[in-house]
Nanobody, 120 residues
């Protein structure tokens, strides 16, 4: 299973940026997809998740600042950054909880990360 994230880059504070992630490979079903982010010297932190049923989840610190959407049936998830701030600068990683066999267990798979820099 491979996850390919894209859409990162330089964005001005208060601007807009949308990240995309597509999962491919041997996939029977995906239960959930989401985004984490990480800055140097800090632990990876959750940004948002979306289930196959369309339910979304955001930590309190991320509510209102990010919008996750996607079509799990098409193995795709997006992350919209709303009025980003310099402190949102980080490497953003997408992940998916995937069942490769209809009778097998589900495991988390990670993308390679995409750098987002918020700066004027």
């Amino acid at each position: 299973v491979q996850l390919q994230a894209s859409g990162g880059g330089l964005v001005q504070p208060g601007g807009s940026l949308r990240l995309s992630c597509v999962a491919s490979g041997s996939i029977a079903s995906i239960n959930l997809m989401g985004w984490y982010r990480q800055t140097p010297g800090k632990q990876r932190e959750l940004v948002a998740t979306i289930t196959s049923g369309g339910s979304t989840n955001y930590p309190d610190s991320m509510k209102g600042r990010f919008t996750i959407s996607g079509d799990i049936a098409k193995n795709t998830v997006y992350l919209q950054m709303n009025s980003p701030k310099p402190e949102d600068t980080a490497v953003y990683y997408c992940y998916a909880n995937v069942r490769r066999d209809v009778r097998g267990a589900a495991y988390n798979y990670w993308g390679q990360g995409t750098q987002v820099t918020v700066s004027s």
